[in-house]
């Protein structure tokens, strides 16, 4: 049965609450089952591939996966580029980074305080699965 996306948002919500709490595994748990219900989620698809970093082949597949279902949601394509950055991956993350920017260059997005805010939540959150 597929889950609403309203469900896998709270799932999301309840990773990034355990996270800041200092609950890592309890984290990763939220967002495995994101994925497993929702697997063409891409914002589940994009933190799943954040909880994988210490896997770098499995990272990219499921960043892959995200940019091509989040494709047209440019704060959701910064992320992903962002997420490349981190793993070096500077040419695929600039070509993603670029399409972001083409969304928001033909007015797709009014508000950029949600982008600012997305990213700042992001960075937060590859700080605590690296634990620092």
């Known amino acids: 049965m597929i889950r609403s996306g309203t469900d896998i948002e709270h799932l999301l ?3 990034a609450e355990a996270s800041s709490e200092g ?3 309890a984290a990763r748990r939220f967002v495995r089952r994101a994925v497993s219900l929702q697997p063409d989620h ?3 698809q994009l933190h799943w591939a954040i909880e994988l970093l210490d896997q770098p082949k499995l990272a990219r597949h499921h960043l892959r996966r995200a940019a091509e ?3 047209g ?3 959701l394509e910064y992320q992903v580029a962002w997420v490349l950055l981190e793993l070096g991956d500077v040419e695929p993350a600039l070509t993603t980074a670029r399409r972001a920017q083409r969304h928001l260059d033909d007015g797709d997005v ?3 305080t949600g982008l600012v805010l997305a990213l700042l939540a992001l960075k937060a959150r590859l700080r605590a699965a690296r634990g620092a």
């Open 73 to 75: 949601d440019p704060v």
């Open 69 to 71: 279902l989040g494709e």
């Open 23 to 25: 609950r890592p595994d």
């Open 42 to 44: 891409a914002g589940a």
């Open 13 to 15: 919500a309840k990773a």
């Open 110 to 112: 009014d508000d950029f």
